[in-house]
């Protein structure tokens, strides 16, 4: 996943609004979101490599999301799956914060990643560079690419206020409007891109919402909302070379929700 657009608590009707693009190598072997066959509670995709995945919901209400961190540095092969992360996370039944002090305890088991976990009612962020956990404040727009939270990237800064202001004032939300969103294949001009290491031509064909490169880009978009009677719309778009394949819509309410 390198792009996560998300609202907590910030709109009326809903308490979670996610809009995310998961961008990856097109030979890399992924299954589509489904409810996993090993843990039945668990709804996510699923990388078919190292069998975890970079975003996810459960039954229960408790929702991750992982980023990687872009680095020259942290490109290579870490001791452990970063999509682990999440996976193990929707599977156990511990509190997002003891969680995430646990995962600070290995930080250096990965190379460089963002991760978002939490519940309905609280969500905390973690990178293993900056290592400092932050509990999500309630009320505001976010946008995570492969830097920090927030990190003025052109497509975090276009992604997050285009979210932000197509929500606003609205009191139903139409799955295709925030499909547009994440399909913007704008590149940022020269001026405005980041430095991270990998050369002026490739940060430029990153730098778009939705990428599309010959072995690259973005395999699939999700859509997660939760509206205030706990009731979640997951919907996923998959592609292959830019070119729409699929989707997969899922609703479901939330049972015997409770802070996990």
Partial sequence: MCLINFQFHEHPAYKLIVAANRDEFYNRPTAQATFWEDHPNILAGRDLLQMGTWLGITKQGKFAALTNYRDPAHMGVGKRSRGEIVSNYLASHTLPSDYLQDIQDKKDHYIGFNVLVGNLDQLYYYNNIEDEIKEIERGQTYGLSNHFLNTPWPKVIKGKNNLQQYVKNKK?????????????AEEAKDEELPDTGVGSKLERKLSPLFIDMPDYGTRCSTILLVNQDNQVTFVERTYKSGKYVDEKKYTFQIEKYRQI
């Fill in 172 to 184: 139903e939300l139409s799955i295709d409007e925030l499909f547009h969103i994440l399909m913007d």
